[in-house]
């Protein structure tokens, strides 16, 4: 049984006794050893994580950077860290060349405002569509995971540089990964 103790530092310690303590220790030494363990939970999902996959398209926008448009935003809910694994920026549509349009991956950065929140590393006006093969199909596994806080808003934009606005050009983004509770991701305390 759990008992308050006494006051140090005006918050109220709590005291195992008898079998409790071994219950309490057992428990604490899972707790390391699962935050611990191989594989960690940037490079595979744990088990208590919940698997995510949004994805998201659009028609392409007017010619300009005025005009450059969200693709996906995905909020990360509050109480949980999201890993990036896997990312898809597509583009369907007539015959393009580098540069015919930017894609953009950046977190907590309002369209059309620049200089608040951050572009994620290498993926700020990447010109061309990020997928596995010419034919479009799969995203791109990242080399190491992205990590992203409680509460972060992931977007992916495009800016239509020379593309002809409207069908049949449309432009797609896909975040693969998976999010895990607070608790249990190492030194994000």
Not at 22 to 36: G, P, Q, S, W
């Amino acid at each position: 049984m759990l008992r308050s103790s006494l006051l140090v530092n005006r918050a109220p310690q709590r005291i195992a006794s008898g079998p409790d303590t071994i219950r309490a220790a057992d428990a604490v030494r899972r707790a390391e050893k699962n935050r611990d363990a191989w594989p960690f939970p940037h490079v595979y999902p744990p088990v208590n994580s919940i698997r995510r996959d949004p994805c998201g398209s659009i028609l392409a926008p007017a010619v300009g950077v005025a005009n450059q448009a969200v693709i996906l935003a995905f909020q990360i809910p509050s109480g949980y860290w999201f890993y990036l694994k896997w990312l898809g920026l597509y583009y369907t549509g007539e015959t393009f060349t580098f540069g015919s349009f930017l894609f953009t991956v950046d977190k907590n950065v309002p369209l059309g405002l620049v200089g608040i929140g951050n572009v994620l590393t290498d993926f700020g006006n990447i010109p061309f569509p990020f997928n596995t093969s010419a034919s479009g199909i799969g995203p791109v596994e990242l080399p190491r995971t992205e990590l992203l806080a409680p509460s972060d808003l992931l977007q992916a934009k495009v800016t239509n540089v020379s593309v002809t606005p409207g069908a049949p050009n449309a432009f797609g983004a896909y975040f693969g990964g998976w999010l895990v509770p607070s608790i249990e991701v190492p030194d994000a305390q």
